[in-house]
């Protein structure tokens, strides 16, 4: 399920706002992350939440740009303490981004993390992760730099991904180079409400 989850963040346009995930022991939790005034949220097709750059925004950056922000429901988590989430986010994560290569319906796609540091969410641990990733679809290949913040939480794992990429290396690079600032900016503006 998570390659799938990957393949879909790679190959749809994606950027993050107010997000109300799932709940978790039957309290809703909301989430937010803040984007510039010139981006906008939709939903992808595969129905996740989304944000995109309007053409005003990109100003001549290239690439394809995208964030969003999902729920992972986690039942092993649901009975652990908020302390005992954050004592172990680090392994957490790692075991979320291995789980998001392979191959699902076809589709496959490959994550190599180049950069992790922890990160304070709303008095929470959380993990900031700056990845790059390769995914195909479709027989389409995406390239793609992806700033990735992970938190757990208990019952769930929450993620906000943004991501800015091309169909070479090359346009991924500059991709990155170019829409970095702004990026982190967004992962780091990541909250919990509730």
Request: proline share 5%; net charge negative.
């Amino acid at each position: 399920m998570r390659a799938s989850v990957l393949v879909a963040l790679c190959l749809s346009a994606m950027c993050g706002i107010p997000v109300h995930a799932a709940q978790s022991q039957g309290k809703p939790t909301e989430i937010t992350i803040q984007t510039p005034p010139d981006w906008v949220a939709q939903k992808s097709p595969s129905g996740l939440d989304q944000y995109i750059p309007l053409e005003s925004a990109k100003q001549g950056r290239p690439g394809n740009v995208n964030c969003t922000t999902l729920a992972v429901d986690d039942p092993e988590t649901r009975l652990l303490q908020q302390e005992a989430i954050d004592h172990g986010v680090e392994y957490s994560a790692s075991r979320f981004l291995q789980g998001l290569g392979g191959n699902v319906n076809g589709n496959s796609a490959t994550i190599s993390v180049d950069q992790e540091t922890t990160m304070n969410v709303s008095g929470r641990k959380a993990v900031l992760a700056i990845a790059r990733v390769t995914a195909v679809a479709g027989g389409v290949t995406v390239i793609a730099h992806e700033a990735i913040v992970f938190l757990g939480a208990p019952g769930w794992e929450y993620v906000v991904t943004c991501s800015a990429g091309g169909l070479t290396q090359k346009d991924a690079d500059s991709a990155w180079e170019a829409w970095r600032p702004t990026l982190l900016e967004i992962v780091q503006s990541f909250r919990v409400l509730n």
